[in-house]
């Protein structure tokens, strides 16, 4: 009797808590339009459902994917006149101002780094160059010698009487080898962890990386792209090359009024960090510029934008694409539309290349990309795999938009991570990617697909499951 009141009892909690956690997790979805890759949809419902004592707690912590809400219909931009314009770059920039992302701006200087070197000597300049503020964010500082090179010029900077705000994320951190921050912090040098996996006091956004780099002194020039502050990206330390080879990346340096929208990023993202309140500025102006020289845009992605910014932006120039889509980017996992719209616009005589390494840092990746590539392969795309590790990341569309900085193209950059890209509008700039980009295609082998076995093909598909929460 008693045992038959007890069970009883625990199916009735049981159940109780079922529905809690089904209810949280349809609840949150809802209300913070958390988008989701089907899988991973599929994986927390069922998980939630059959587990809910682990999975709720790990849903908790990890499971949010934004951290805005989305906006009122009268706080959406309201397009202007020129909705109509032909150009495709004039397009999105519509679109973009939709997405509630800062309207397009101008720079007064422009240099793509050719190399590592050239690279790092851009990185000092800009940091020894500061006279009142040097803001520098980044994925991973490393305790290599060129995380100690440049932790020594934020010190130098510091000690010169400049403020110096240095902001690492939580995660890379640790992948830096846990770089001693104490000497900078003695010298001046302000440091904040992005959202710490140890001691997060926001529930559900461990698993939310800060993957931006940026490099801003006095709110006027601005260092940015996809190195990460280690000697690797900047094929800089003889023993890693020695041991693993060079690295390629790609960098470039900004001066002008994008220059105020990226230091407006940084500010946002500081605050974050240090849960500081700043006083509410005005909201910006969603009026879309016309397209004149040297018109550029910040599009900054992830929790703290209300859209998928860079996806949607890629989507819709994939299908706006009129001759040519060259991309460059070391992990490729794309979800279903975005392969859609390179495989699309392939069989419509688009000439598409993307750039890969043969061999990535992640093995994972590597094993969840072959599906795509083959499906892009048959489509008439040409897959090209450089011999080296490229950590590049830019997208060139016909001669209308180039756009780079530190989004890869895989699920977890896309829909995960804190990005940051600029959108280039300007021929001159756009050209110089595209020949960058063309440059290290020269070097590379033609992918050459392969029918894969019954092992290798469940293999594959069970990486790609779980692909987009790595």
Not at 279 to 298: F, H, M, T
Request: aromatic share 8%.
């Amino acid at each position: 009797m008693l045992i038959d009141l007890f069970v009883q009892h625990w199916v009735s909690f049981h159940g109780l808590v079922t529905l809690l956690a089904l209810g949280i997790y349809l609840i949150a979805s809802h209300t913070l339009r958390q988008r989701r890759h089907p899988s991973a949809a599929i994986a927390w419902f069922v998980s939630l459902a059959l587990m809910p004592y682990l999975a709720l707690p790990l849903y908790l912590l990890i499971g949010n994917r934004k951290i805005t809400r989305p906006l009122a219909a009268h706080q959406r931009a309201r397009v202007p006149a020129i909705q109509k314009a032909s150009q495709p770059a004039a397009r999105i920039q519509i679109l973009a101002s939709t997405l509630g992302l800062p309207a397009p701006s101008t720079y007064d200087h422009f240099v793509l780094h050719e190399d590592g070197q050239h690279a790092l000597q851009s990185l000092l300049s800009v940091i020894d160059s500061a006279t009142a503020t040097l803001d520098l964010c980044t994925f991973v500082l490393a305790g290599d010698v060129l995380g100690q090179e440049v932790a020594r010029h934020l010190m130098q900077s510091a000690s010169r009487g400049v403020r110096v705000r240095l902001m690492i994320d939580g995660i890379g951190r640790y992948l830096g080898g846990h770089p001693d921050l104490r000497p900078l912090k003695a010298a001046g040098v302000k440091v904040a962890i992005f959202v710490s996996p140890w001691r997060s006091p926001f529930p559900g956004r461990t698993n939310l990386r800060n993957h931006r780099k940026m490099v801003l002194a006095d709110s006027d020039r601005v260092w940015m792209g996809g190195r990460n502050l280690a000697a690797e990206y900047f094929e800089g330390d003889p023993s890693f090359i020695h041991k693993k080879g060079r690295w390629i990346d790609l960098s470039f340096e900004l001066a002008g009024a994008i220059a105020k929208q990226v230091q407006e990023q940084f500010n946002k993202d500081w605050d974050f960090a240090t849960q500081a309140h700043r006083p509410k500025s005005q909201p910006r102006s969603q009026s879309v510029l016309a397209i004149g020289p040297a018109a550029v845009q910040l599009v900054p992605s992830g929790p703290d934008q209300t859209e998928d910014t860079v996806y949607t932006l890629l989507i819709s120039s994939c299908f706006a694409a009129q001759t040519r889509i060259l991309a460059v980017s070391p992990y490729f996992v794309p979800d279903a539309t975005l392969q859609m719209a390179l495989t699309l616009a392939a069989r419509r005589g688009i000439a598409v290349d993307l750039i890969l390494p043969r061999k990535s840092n992640h093995r994972l990746a590597d094993m969840a990309r072959h599906a795509a590539l083959r499906e892009l392969s048959a489509a008439g795309a040409r897959v090209w795999f450089v011999p080296a590790m490229i950590h590049a990341k830019a997208v060139v569309i016909d001669d209308e938009i180039a756009m780079a900085g530190s989004a890869n193209l895989d699920e977890r950059s896309l829909f995960l991570n804190y990005e940051v890209m600029v959108a280039f509008y300007e021929q001159a700039a756009i050209e110089e990617f595209a020949q960058w980009i063309e440059r290290h295609r020269k070097g590379a082998r033609p992918y050459e697909a392969r029918a894969p076995g019954v092992m290798r093909e469940l293999s594959e598909g069970v990486v790609r499951w779980l692909a987009f929460q790595l």
